[in-house]
């Protein structure tokens, strides 16, 4: 019963480099989230995708891009990271585009880039 | 600009007690609310929510009111147990819009036994 599973954990960066955080769900979601959590700005959305084959951008996109595999995967590329990048990343799934329905998160990727 | 606002950092209480959480809003387009309860090196997990069209949404020891004129919820748990020990988060979408969550900073809610 694996849920939001996302790799890696933790991750450190120089900055410049790129990298791809993964995230991928088993429940047969039909809409996938990236959100980062910084220390007193809760958790802000990067980019979501309501469907297989379509992605928005949240509140946060710059710096970001996403790829919705299939309907389980939803990847988050940082292609030339920086300091501002370092954060706490989570990934995060629900049955359909209405929060109603509540949205289950992954246990988070935390990445520092120095 | 935070939408969604939780002005206190941390709260403690005694188990058994009741145990208060609030939560402000701006947005006068946000009409559904939810709240997430976080453990250390875990994700969020939601909580309860509640509908605009309502007032107050009850599951067990958790209730969530609502009041739309002062923009204002909170979340009352009765009894407060140490498991219930973890950071709390607000938050609210616009269904009619683009109906992405908006997440408050978090309440660091500690029961001491």
């Known amino acids: 019963n694996a849920g939001v599973t996302q790799t890696p954990k933790f991750q450190v960066l120089k900055t410049g480099q790129s990298m791809t955080l993964q995230c991928a769900q088993d429940?047969?979601?039909?809409?996938m989230y990236w959100y980062r959590q910084d220390p007193g700005m809760g958790l802000r959305l990067i980019y979501y995708?309501?469907?297989?084959?379509?992605?928005d951008k949240g509140e946060v996109p710059n710096g970001y891009n996403v790829s919705r595999l299939n309907k389980r995967e939803f990847s988050l590329r940082l292609e030339s990271a920086a300091p501002s990048q370092t954060s706490v990343y989570f990934c995060a799934s629900s049955a359909t585009h209405y929060t109603n329905y509540g949205y289950t998160f992954g246990s988070g990727t935390r990445l520092t880039v120095v | 600009d935070q939408q969604v606002k939780q002005n206190s950092p941390s709260l403690s209480v005694q188990e058994g007690r009741i145990s208060i959480l609030n939560c402000d809003y701006t947005n006068s387009m946000f009409d559904y609310f939810l709240w997430y309860k976080k453990y250390p090196a875990e994700g969020p997990t939601f909580l309860i929510s509640i509908s605009s069209i309502k007032d107050k949404n009850e599951d067990g020891r958790f209730t969530v009111f609502l009041n739309k004129s002062a923009k204002h919820l909170s979340l009352h748990i009765v009894p407060s147990q140490p498991g219930d020990s973890a950071v709390y988060f607000c938050?609210?979408?616009?269904?009619?819009?683009?109906?992405?969550?908006?997440f408050g900073t978090g309440t660091r809610l500690t029961v001491i036994p």
């Open positions: 938050a609210a979408s616009d269904e009619t819009g683009a109906n992405n969550l908006f």
């Open positions: 995708s309501a469907s297989e084959g379509t992605t």
């Open positions: 429940m047969n979601h039909n809409s």
